[in-house]
Each structure stands twice: as C-alpha cells, then as structure tokens.
C-alpha cells in the first residue's frame, strides 16, 4: 500500500539491532506480501496458515540474545529469502488446500443426513391417512357403505388438519441446520422415534382390524384416520414445546472467558443440553465478544520468554530423584530475590505506545476530515445538467482514498489491526459510507474501536470449525458449577454456569395520599 | 428536671438607633430542625442554642459563649419554644435588662471533673 520502507508489523517486535534491521525487514515484509496475495484468492480455511507461520518469526528473534550475533544475522543466516524453511511457498498451500477438500465433502454429505430422514418421515405421515381412506376404496368398493354429511364433514377437517400439520411440520423441522452437533440431538431423536412407532402401531390396527376383516363401516375407517391426525398434531405440540419453548425460561446464567485476552460476556439460558448451550454460546460470540487479535498477545509472550530465559540452573551433585521439583523451586526463589526491572520497562513501554497511538489518531482523524470534505452528493438541480465527471460511490470513494491511505494504514499498523483490514474492505467501506451520508467519525468507528467479529470481512472470520470439551457427556443437561471449553484453533472459551437464584418478590402497598412532607428549617436570628 | 450546671448571665442590652440588641444569634426550637445543631450534645434537643456572639457586644461582655444553651430568659422556660417565641422573649421593648440561665458543656465537665477528684 505505501512505497516507504516501514518494517511491517511483524518485525515491530524484533529486539535485535537497528543494523541488521533493514534486512529481516524486507525479507519479512516480502514474505507477508506473497503470504497477503496468496490468502486474498483461498478460502478463509488457507489464511490462518498465514498468520501462524508467521508466529515462529517470534521464539527466532527471542532466541537472538546477543549484539555480536546480531550483526552478522543478515550475512551468515538463511532464512532471508522467501523460500526459508519458515514461510511456505505456492505448492505448499496449494497442495493443502487440495487435502482438506475431502474430509470437508464427507462433512456436508453427513450434514444432511437428519433432513433427509425428517423429510422421509414427513412423507409418511402424509401418505398414511390418505392411504386408511383409499385403500378400503380400493380393495373393496361394492361392500363399503356409503356415509353421507357426516363422513363429508370429516373428510373437510381431515384435509385442513394434514395442511396444519404438513405446515407446522415445514416450519418446525425442515430449516437449514445452523450447526453440526457433535452428538445427536436428543429430543429429536425421540420425538422421530415417537412419531414412528405412533405410525407403526396405526398401520398395524389397520392392517388387522381393517384390511383383515375387510370392514364394511366407512364412517368408522374415516374416523380412525381423522384420529391418527389428532395424535400427530399432539405430537407436533409437543415437539414445539420441547424443542422451542421449555428453554426460554432462563435459569442458568453463563459466563464466557476467552483464554487468550480474558475478554468476559455472561448470558442468561434455559434448561439446555451441553451441546446446545454451546450453539447458543458461538452465536452469541460472533456478534459480542471483538475480534480475536493475535497481534495484541505478543508483547506479553516476549515478557515470559524473558522472564523463562533469565535463570539457569546447574546441579552439580549429581542426578537426584527429585531434581526437577528442586530446581524449580530454586528458580522461583532466585527469581524473586532478584531486582527485577521489568515492570519499570513495561511501564514506560506503555505509556510510550499510549502516546504514539493518539498522535497518530489525531493525525488519521484530520486525514479523514479533509478527505470528506472533498466530496459532496450531487444536488436534484445539478443532476439535470451534467456536469460531466459525475462517480459512483465506488470511485468517489477511489478517488479520495489515496489522500487519507497513508494516515490509516500507520494508525492501523500501531494499534496492530493492519491484517484485519484489507485495503478492498477499506474503500468498501468508504464507499457505503459515502452513499449513506455518514459522518468521517462513522466512518472512522470502526477501525479506532474493534468490533465483534462479525463485522470483519471472511479473512477474519475464519474459525468455523469448533470443539467442544467437557467432562461431562455433552448431551447431559446444564447444571449449576458444570464447566466446559469450546476450542478453536487460536484460543478457547471456558465457559461456567450457575444457576440463576430463586427470587423471592413481595409486595408492598403505598397509599397514594400517603406521600406528606415537612419542611427542615435551620434558622438563626440574631437578637 | 433541673441541671446543676447551670450559670446566671445578665446582660445589659445596647441602644443602636431605634433597637435594642443584645449581641448574639440564637437557633434552635421546637419547630426546627435538632439534627443540623452543632452544638448540641444530643442530635434530638430542640433547645435554644447560641450560635454566635458579636465581638465586644453586651452579651460577650456578659459572658455568654458561643454554644450556650439559654434554659430561662427573665424567668420564662426556652426549653420548649418555637424560634419565633424565643426571639419575641429576648427582644421586648419594655425590658433593658434580660437575666438568662444558661448551660454550657464546658461547665459540666469542669463541674464534673472537680467532682470526682474529691
């Protein structure tokens, strides 16, 4: 984006010299490029490659102690080039896209699976009643007597009950399923199971009372079908009120950790199985929870390769049974008997990078003011004469991005957010900004604060693929004090539950006239 | 219920033009309110309290002191006075001289404290 040569963000930790760091920087800057081109044509599954390949760059510079070596880093190493053991090249991520692809069309095959068989069983419930009242039809026609209003007047609430059905059935079950569960979901099961033997039991009274003994009573054929709809309509019932309505009372109140920066949300749920607490949780956490930054985490990870690095420990007695728990112990010790200055470096290091981020946003808010400035909505009147270099938003937005590009992107860069922004997503979202009249602070909103991670593009978004981590069987009900973890690839999220407490409300009745005052006087008189 | 410490002032009051005035403010009363009283040992008195004496006036020549409590003026209860009742007693125009009982905190505990040495 910039023809500068400002080390990119991944080098801004580096503690090596600032002599050999022309080098390292062009080399990583060179890598992230092709690692940014290569991710912007894949999936978002390629992309997390990217950003952790470019991780091991850390315990590398953290494993550079000294100046000696640093100095001749650029000369004697390898790892310079864009083919280094560390960086991938083009038919490596090509090739991995191509092994993912099978395990993830085995994964829809089975994802539709459960409509498959709802639809099958919908079918049958269709098919029965209308087979009760055919078949007699049918097999023996001449024998059936004939039944008049009152058979006429089941028939109508016959049909209207299966439309119902057929129509409630639609809306309950056949949705596209939001999630793949890790085990199957209980109640559904159940309910199919109850449906199914409902139908089977049905089947066999009719083929042994009806179809056996060839039942010349039509009216009563009619009336067992119209009764078979009854019980399925109860079973849709109660398919409703177990699969929607018993868990929207809520009774336990979760709180969400992230491991990572400790970012907590509570929610309040209803009586729910572990795994669909968990569905519920992701849901939420998409749209709640900001985006996960691991560009933030660096810093204190370098602080506990320090502080790891700092102390060794020799045993010169010999090789004892216990020798691992003493030397930690030894360690701890030493460690906190010596003058530690770390916390003065973070300190400072702080409110160094405090002050930096609020130049640089002072800089990026006047950028941005005058770029607006510089567009403005064509008026009803002007439309009618052309003034001929009329834009779309598109390249009104192309137009006065270049004025405001550099500005962001340093911002972007100190506050570590620059791999969440791609410069497309950068001059769409000025573009909508511009066609809906925001303000340059709208505009800007979203990249001083971060968002929850719905609002990054699908470079950001990329976890999709969770798992869930419990003691407990995962189809067991919530509980107060059960735990679980759902783990993506970066991070995860512990989640705990308590229940919320039994609330005791009473009531206390004010008269309306009750309400009388008095006036609180201090007065001093002098006499 | 009669306190033993209790001290007889008598102030003479000052011509000033048209008023006669004795030289401090008083506050306090039934109909105010006792928590705000500085002075006070107990939050629920409703006594007449001085809030303030003027420098070289006649009652600091008399010897009141700021905190004071007056239980008498000339022989009439303040105890259990509105303020209103209480200014209208010290300020009548028929009288030039005005006899207090007062009470003080300081009094009692020299009282007090003479008490128990012996």
Known sequence: ?527 | FLSLFQQRIEIQKLREGDNLILGFSIGGGIDQDASQNPFSEDKADKGIYVTRVSKGGPAEVAGLRIGDKIMQVNGWDMTMVTHDQARKRLTKKKEDVVRLLITRKSLEETVRQSMMQH
């Open chain 1, 1 to 527: 984006m910039d023809t500068d040569s400002i080390h990119s963000g991944y080098s801004h930790h580096s503690n090596r010299s600032r002599g050999s760091n022309k080098q390292s920087e062009r080399s990583s800057r060179d890598r992230h490029k092709s690692h940014s081109r290569d991710s912007s044509s894949r999936s978002d599954k390629n992309v997390t490659i990217s950003a952790s390949s470019a991780q091991p760059q850390q315990p590398d510079q953290g494993s550079a102690p000294t100046d000696a070596q640093d100095d001749n880093w650029g000369e004697t190493t390898t790892a310079v080039t864009g083919t280094s053991d560390h960086s991938l090249s083009q038919e490596d991520l090509a090739g991995f896209g191509k092994e993912t692809d099978g395990p993830v069309e085995k994964l829809n095959c089975i994802r539709f699976i459960p409509l498959a068989l709802t639809l099958l069983l919908g079918l049958l419930v269709l098919v029965t009643p209308l087979s009760f009242l055919v078949l007699p039809q049918v097999l023996w026609p001449e024998r059936l007597q004939a039944c008049g209003t009152a058979c006429e007047g089941l028939f109508l609430s016959l049909a209207f009950k299966l439309l119902i059905l057929l129509l409630a059935g639609w809306a309950l079950f056949v949705r596209p399923t939001r999630a793949s569960l890790p085990r199957i979901a209980v109640f559904r099961a159940l309910l199919g199971l109850l449906t199914l033997l409902l139908l089977l039991s049905y089947w066999l009274f009719f083929g042994v009372r009806i179809l056996d003994s060839q039942e010349e009573n039509y009216h009563g054929i009619v009336q067992f079908a119209v009764s078979l709809v009854d019980a399925l309509l109860f079973i849709h019932y109660l398919a409703v009120v177990l699969l929607e309505i018993r868990h929207l009372q809520p009774c336990f109140s979760l709180c969400v950790v992230r491991s990572t920066d400790g970012e907590t949300h509570h929610y309040n749920l209803g009586q729910l199985s572990i795994q669909r607490a968990a569905l519920v949780i992701l849901q939420h956490y998409y749209k709640d929870f900001s985006v996960h930054n691991p560009a933030l985490l660096t810093a204190a990870k370098s602080r506990a390769a320090k502080h790891l690095a700092g102390l060794k420990v020799y045993n010169v007695d010999g090789a004892g049974s216990d020798a691992a728990t003493a030397q930690s112990r030894a360690k701890i010790a030493a460690a906190a008997r010596q003058r530690d200055t770390s916390h003065n470096e973070l300190y400072y290091e702080e409110a160094e990078h405090d002050r930096r981020v609020r130049k640089r946003k002072a800089r990026l808010v006047v950028a941005v003011e005058e770029a607006f400035t510089h567009v403005r909505r064509l008026q009803e009147e002007e439309k009618k004469k052309p003034p001929g270099d009329e834009m779309d938003p598109r390249e009104a937005a192309q137009a006065i991005f270049p004025s405001m590009a550099r500005a962001l992107q340093k911002y972007l860069r100190t506050t570590r957010q620059q791999h969440c922004h791609s410069m497309d997503s950068i001059q769409a979202h000025l573009a909508f900004c511009i066609t809906n009249n925001m303000t340059p602070k709208a505009f800007l909103e979203s990249y001083l604060m971060a968002g929850p991670t719905l609002q990054y593009g699908r470079e950001c978004w990329q976890t999709r693929q969770w798992t869930l981590v419990s003691e407990a069987s995962v189809t067991s009900p919530l509980h107060h004090g059960s735990e679980f973890q759902l783990k993506s690839s970066d991070f995860s999220l512990v989640v705990t539950s308590k229940t919320i407490p039994h609330l005791k409300l009473s009531e206390e009745y004010v008269h309306p006239k009750s309400h009388k005052f008095v006036l609180q006087l201090q007065s001093e008189t002098s006499v």
